[in-house]
C-alpha cells in the first residue's frame, strides 16, 4: 500500500488543521494506520493510531483532548483533526500502516510509511 499524507502548514497556537493520509490498494480497510511525528533534533514519536474498523483508536498522552484520528475506508484515508494545537506539536507528521493485528506504538511494527507533511505552530 502507498499513502500519501497532505494538510500541514502554519498555523498559531491554539489554532487547528487536520491531516489527511491518502492510501492507494484495494486493501486498505485492512490495515492499522498510525500518525507518528519527529520535530528536529529529536526522535520519531508515536501520535495516534485507529484500528482497521474505525473502533478502536489511541493517542499519546500529550495529544489526548486535542486529536482525533478518524477513517473513511470508502475513500481510502484517514485523517488526524488537531485542534488546540500548541508550538510543540511542531514536527513533520508522517502516517504509516500495519497489518490489522498490530496495535502497538513502535514504528518498526509499521510497514508503509507516507512521505509526511510539515506542521508549524507559531507562538
Known amino acids: 500500500v502507498q499513502l500519501q499524507a497532505s494538510g500541514g502548514g502554519l498555523v498559531q497556537a491554539g489554532g487547528s488543521l487536520r491531516l489527511s493520509c491518502a492510501a492507494s490498494?484495494?486493501?486498505?480497510?485492512?490495515?492499522?494506520v498510525g500518525w507518528f511525528r519527529q520535530a528536529p533534533g529529536k526522535e520519531r514519536e508515536f501520535v495516534a493510531a485507529i484500528s482497521w474498523s474505525g473502533g478502536m483508536k489511541r493517542y499519546e498522552d500529550s495529544v489526548k483532548g486535542r486529536f482525533t484520528i478518524s477513517r473513511d475506508n470508502a475513500k481510502n484515508t484517514v485523517y488526524l483533526q488537531m485542534n488546540s494545537l500548541k508550538p510543540e506539536d511542531t514536527a513533520v507528521y508522517y502516517c504509516?500502516?500495519?497489518?490489522?493485528?498490530?496495535?502497538?506504538?513502535?514504528?518498526?511494527?509499521?510497514?508503509?510509511w507516507g512521505q509526511g507533511t510539515l506542521v508549524t505552530v507559531s507562538s
Open positions: 504509516a500502516a500495519a497489518g490489522y493485528t498490530y496495535w502497538g506504538v513502535q514504528s518498526s511494527g509499521y510497514d508503509y
Open positions: 490498494g484495494r486493501t486498505f480497510s485492512s490495515y492499522t
